[in-house]
């Protein structure tokens, strides 16, 4: 009787013990077929060896299942799959059980899987068509900084390649998810990652700003809103869209004639200074036509300091597209007003004699407005595949207006011309 439980008990080990010797093999025959470039081989035989909750803790078979499937990834035939993703579960597996285990190497295939996320994260984020991309996108991003992130941060510390990582790919990681979170209205998430990017050489651009302000705005914090917005200009005194934050903060808080004041203070100290004379005429012209309410009793005065601003800049600066395009909007909105003076006229002889004394005003604004419209249009259509969206806004808008003029100039030909550009960007 005690024999036959020794038998049993001797075959009960022998039972325990097989599968553990068959996984070892499947490992090394992986590992073979790995060396030999037989990826598909390597796969089928890893994933057996896997199959075993022992193997799942063991370093080398952790490491050879991330090498095989990040070797596979890389070949035409798998590229666009995501074995890489069970790669770097593998890898990160190995940080927990074994932390220093073949360290370099680990490393290296690491930040070879944080590429791949990145790149798959920015493939998501420009996406389109997918009305989800921003949280696909964020996920793959996400999973970037926590491959950097393992050990505390600290686990990359002596890795060469680690400074380059973080200038080309973690800094955009980061980036790229403030973005992601910016747009799917998660501002806690990203104001934090925004003022980062912002701060950063690698990232910084007039979008950061141009989000935070936008936050700001919502969150009704007009302090920082304010800082944020001087912060932008004086980084990026020329951009547009900042340029318009800024007038649009003072419109909203209805500090207008102060910033006048202080516009016209620091314009005569220089004179020559084209965007602040611009900017005066932006703000005269916006007080004078205000988009709600009455307009002004002294809108003919605020109408004349703007028009003069306006030419002073062009003056200074005539290439400017955009001195070019408000100045020709400027006398092309006078001459609608004109217009619509014009249509609400009856038929008597005395509206006849001021409709046809109206024309001639109308017409001369629309000649005032043409050459200046003309030259932002071509500057614009000059490079109009690259084009900023408020560069864009004002290449249709000068497309529209000069369609406008040359319609009543009975110029149909270049109507025509007009009409192809502004299908093209549509």
Known sequence: MTGLKKIVFIVAIFGVARPAVAQEKYLTSAIVEMKKGNLD????????????????????????????????????????????????????????????????????????????????????????????????????????????????????????????????????????????????????????????????????STFEYEYLIDIYEKQKNMDLELATIQEGRAAFPNDIGLRNDELNYYMITGKQDELVKKLEIESAKDPNNAEMLFNIGIVCNGMANPKTGKKPDNRAELMAKAEDAYLK???????NPDYNYNLGGFYNNRAKEINDQMNALGTSAAEQKKYDDLKVKRDELFDKALPYMDKAYNFYDAKAATLKPAEKSAYSGSIQVLMQIYSIQNKMDKVDVLKKKINAIK
């Open 41 to 204: 081989e390597a796969k089928e035989d890893i994933d057996k060896a896997m199959a075993s909750q022992e193997m799942q803790e063991k370093p080398k078979a952790l490491l050879a299942k991330a090498q095989i499937y990040l070797s596979m990834q890389q070949t035409e035939k798998y590229k666009k799959s995501t074995m890489y993703q069970d790669a770097s579960a593998a890898l990160i597996k190995i940080t927990e059980v074994k932390p220093d285990y073949e360290t370099d190497q680990v490393n290296q295939f690491l930040l070879i899987a944080g590429a791949l996320y990145f790149n798959d994260g920015v493939t998501k984020y420009s996406n389109k068509s997918d009305s989800g991309r921003y949280m696909a996108a964020a996920e793959s991003f996400k999973n970037v900084l926590k491959i950097r992130e393992l050990g505390g941060g600290k686990r990359f510390a002596n890795f060469e390649m680690i400074k380059a990582v973080d200038s080309a790919v973690i800094s955009k990681a980061k980036m790229f998810l403030a973005y992601c979170y910016y747009f799917t209205g998660k501002y806690a998430e990203a104001t934090p990652l925004l003022i980062e990017a912002k701060d950063n050489p690698v990232t910084k």
């Open 313 to 319: 800049a062009v003056k200074i600066a005539p290439e």
